[in-house]
T-cell receptor, first 114, second 117 residues
Framework: NAGVTQTPKFRILKIGQSMTLQCAQD?????MYWYRQDPGMGLKLIYY???????DKGEVPNGYNVSRSTTEDFPLRLELAAPSQTSVYFC?????????????FGSGTRLTVV | AQKVTQAQTEISVVEKEDVTLDCVYE???????LFWYKQPPSGELVFLIR??????QNEISGRYSWNFQKSTSSFNFTITASQVVDSAVYFC??????????????FGGGTRLMVKP
């Protein structure tokens, strides 16, 4: 199994540009999450989804949007990129109601906004 | 609101030394889960352990051990006989019980461990 796949791995954006970070999982997990990790800091929750068609805001949702049209995919959209969005973005998934092995994380997307 | 504090931002030890990483948490829930993750220099997040709030038994896995104390709201992680390969950032995390809001994790700020040969 591939687990959680994130693309791209690296990206440089100019201020004001938009982009979509892709996330796909093949474990049939209902719950999916987007976190950001700023340099030297812990992870903060941006958005999460408990199933297809259901999304909700996390701790730091401003400047981002998500959609969950299928169980497998949970893309994160950045509109009007700003330098404050320079970060490493992690997508994760978990089995509904259980966290026996915590989340399954993707390998991350390192985004720089210049 | 949940909160996880890892007061040690950086620790440096010499190989074969024992090292303990501290984690203190805050939650109003009586049922919760605690986690430790390892983030090596390559950047991925590796799950190490999950502990639920009803199980205060300490756990040992090879050179790793975890001490969960509800009375002090702490979940400390000890590496015995540290090795260079243990060099990484370690995160402690707390999860609320499964609800409609999902199993969201609240992460501490991480502790960077450097093991020198």
């Amino acid at each position: 199994n591939a687990g959680v796949t994130q693309t791209p791995k690296f990206r440089i954006l100019k201020i004001g540009q938009s982009m979509t970070l892709q996330c796909a999982q093949d474990m049939n997990h209902n719950y999916m999450y987007w976190y950001r990790q700023d340099p030297g800091m812990g992870l903060k929750l941006i958005y999460y989804s408990v199933g297809a068609g259901i999304t909700d805001k996390g701790e730091v949702p401003n400047g981002y949007n998500v959609s969950r049209s299928t169980t497998e995919d949970f893309p994160l959209r950045l509109e009007l990129a700003a330098p404050s969005q320079t970060s490493v973005y992690f997508c994760a998934s978990s089995y509904e109601g259980h966290l026996r092995e915590g989340y399954t994380f993707g390998s991350g997307t390192r985004l720089t906004v210049v | 609101a949940q909160k996880v504090t890892q007061a040690q931002t950086e620790i440096s030890v010499v190989e074969k030394e024992d090292v303990t990483l501290d984690c203190v948490y805050e939650t109003r829930d009586t049922t919760y889960y605690l986690f430790w993750y390892k983030q090596p220099p390559s950047g991925e997040l590796v799950f190490l352990i999950r502990r639920n709030s009803f199980d205060e038994q300490n756990e040992i896995s090879g050179r790793y051990s975890w001490n969960f104390q509800k009375s002090t709201s702490s979940f400390n992680f000890t590496i015995t006989a540290s090795q260079v390969v243990d060099s990484a950032v370690y995160f402690c995390a707390l999860s609320e019980p499964p609800r409609n809001a999902g199993n969201m994790l609240t992460f501490g700020g991480g502790t960077r461990l450097m093991v020198k040969p």
